[in-house]
């Protein structure tokens, strides 16, 4: 059963089920899977440019830049906003994600 949540008219829980499956099922040698994964390209290596003391706040926009995210800043209080450009969690939208650090250093993802 599918059972996320409450079962409501526009949601309800419901049976899970397989629509097609192949006439054969084959098993398959560990040799194609990892030849598969191997043309994915390799995710670029992060730029780290601020290494923290201990006791020092982390310059959220430093860091945001390091790993390549696009993002606008804004003053927000005495701390700063920084507005994605794209959200890094999801590609599905591209507004709307924001992270905030306070002045004490904090943030508010």
């Known amino acids: 059963m599918a059972k996320m949540g409450d079962s409501v008219n526009d949601r309800p829980h419901r049976r899970s089920r397989i629509i097609h499956s192949p006439a054969e099922i084959a098993i398959v040698s560990r ?19 601020n ?9 959220l926009g430093d860091w945001l ?24 969690f999801s590609s599905a939208h591209s507004d709307g994600a924001y992270a905030i650090q306070f002045e004490n250093g904090a943030i508010l993802p």
């Open 65 to 88: 830049s390091g790993y390549g995210l696009s993002f606008r800043e804004k003053p927000y209080g005495t701390g700063r906003l920084f507005l994605f450009d794209q959200c890094p």
């Open 51 to 59: 290494h923290k003391q201990k006791g020092e706040s982390l310059d």
């Open 31 to 49: 040799e194609l899977p990892m030849h598969l994964s191997s043309l994915l390209p390799s995710p670029p290596e992060p730029v780290r440019t």
